[in-house]
């Protein structure tokens, strides 16, 4: 769920244990996956694994890097790289380790690590180049880092997993590092009708929203999201006349998430910077804020109500740029619905949602990126082979969930008007 940590930062090292991690896959298998927090009842690899692995053998420096559409996505990829045979460290946010003590002691014994992504967090990025170069584990790294909820559109990549790779790859002198990029694409097995509505219904009940009485499904989201967005608008004094029956409401919402951006740039005395993404915005947004939230100058109380108020402003603005595509509207599926409506539960709930149906998770793995072409390609020079090899990465990831879409047969890919 999009949210801000309020925790200090702490930094948990990788701590491996081979039993541990045998275990725990066993147990991830058989009990967590098709377990009610998941419900996968089925998962599918297509790509060349072979040469996966024949790159293991030879030494190569494996680097995988998916889309992060689903809270499932680490159980996820923990199962494909048992089928593959490959031991992987993955690198998470830190807020994560400290959900609780017993977590924390798990996660670093199956050899992950945690990550400051709102800061300049040198520890993560040192222990990722240094599992690299050491080369004993594959790493796994989400790159748009955050689940969006958006399994058919790729969230633009941050280029720290490409610095990564390339600094890895500077400091070796006969190895290579390969990035293998990964598409997840999670489906329905059925059409959950009952579930969704039953879970739409309570949204409307918990946040005052009346639906029609036999609503189109369309309509009764779009008018949900409307309404729940329009609540968070108020809260931070910003009037809107957004209507979800407005032709030009995606637009009208790219206006409301600039001039909030641009209102959160001024408080925090940041140069504007209109001819960016907003997501690029947000982001810079909000590393500023996580870092003067840290500063030891500002742990006075009415210091952390303020940057908790620039914070929640920050993260409106995210949630506007969810919503800003017609993502349900341009394809109205059964997979697409789902999401839309787990998105909308999440924002209001503060948590992540039960799973509405049983899923089939499709994984594509594509053909491995050669690092030491974007070094040759950009004449060593590092920041131009990081933005060459972050879009790759994306176009490569986005490109293979297209190209499952176009074959996916599963109830998920139904269209609304079809089952209702």
Request: net charge neutral; charged share 25%.
């Amino acid at each position: 769920m999009l949210e801000f940590s309020d925790a200090n930062y702490q930094f948990f090292e990788p701590k491996p244990s081979k039993p541990i991690i045998a275990l725990s896959r066993a147990v991830n298998r058989h009990f967590v996956l098709p377990g009610r927090n998941h419900l996968i009842k089925d998962i599918q690899l297509e790509g060349n694994t072979d040469r996966i692995r024949d790159l293991r053998k030879m030494g190569h420096r494996i680097l995988f890097v998916m889309n992060h559409p689903s809270h499932s996505d680490p159980q996820i990829v923990t199962e494909l790289h048992r089928r593959m045979g490959i031991t992987s460290s993955f690198m998470a946010a830190y807020d994560v380790f400290l959900r609780s003590k017993q977590a924390a002691w798990w996660m670093q014994r199956l050899g992950h690590f945690s990550i400051d992504r709102e800061g300049n967090d040198r520890k993560a990025m040192g222990t990722a180049i240094d599992i690299l170069k050491e080369g004993k584990v594959a790493l796994g790294i989400f790159p748009e880092g955050n689940v969006y909820l958006t399994n058919d559109r790729v969230t633009p990549f941050l280029d720290g997993t490409a610095f990564i790779a390339l600094k890895a790859q500077k400091s070796l002198e006969k190895k290579k590092v390969s990035v293998v990029p990964l598409s997840l694409k999670f489906t329905h097995l059925t059409t959950p009708r009952i579930t969704l509505r039953t879970r739409m219904r309570q949204l409307g009940d918990d946040s005052g929203f009346t639906f029609d009485p036999d609503p189109d499904p369309i309509e009764a989201v779009l008018g949900l999201g409307t309404h729940l967005l329009a609540a968070h608008l108020r809260t931070h004094g910003y009037w809107n006349d957004i209507s979800p029956t407005d032709r030009d409401v995606h637009q009208k919402l790219d206006r409301l998430a600039h001039t909030i951006m641009s209102d959160i740039e001024e408080e925090l005395n940041l140069p504007p910077s209109v001819s960016d993404e907003l997501i690029v915005r947000v982001r810079k947004a909000r590393s500023t804020i996580h870092q003067l939230r840290i500063n030891a100058e500002c742990d006075s109380e009415s210091n952390t109500d303020l940057f908790r108020s620039k914070a929640q402003k920050t993260i409106l603005a995210l949630r506007i740029h969810g919503y800003l595509t017609p993502y349900l509207t341009a394809n109205p599926t059964i997979d697409r619905f789902d999401e839309t409506v787990e998105k909308l539960s999440e924002d209001f709930y503060s948590k992540a949602m039960p799973r509405t149906g049983p899923r089939r998770l499709i994984a594509k793995v594509h053909p491995p990126l050669d690092v030491t072409q974007y070094l040759n390609a950009a004449d060593g020079k590092l920041r131009d082979a990081v933005s060459s090899l972050t879009k790759d990465m994306e176009d490569r990831v986005q490109k293979g969930i297209d190209v499952i879409n176009e074959k996916n047969g599963a109830p998920g890919a139904t269209s609304l008007e079809e089952v209702s």
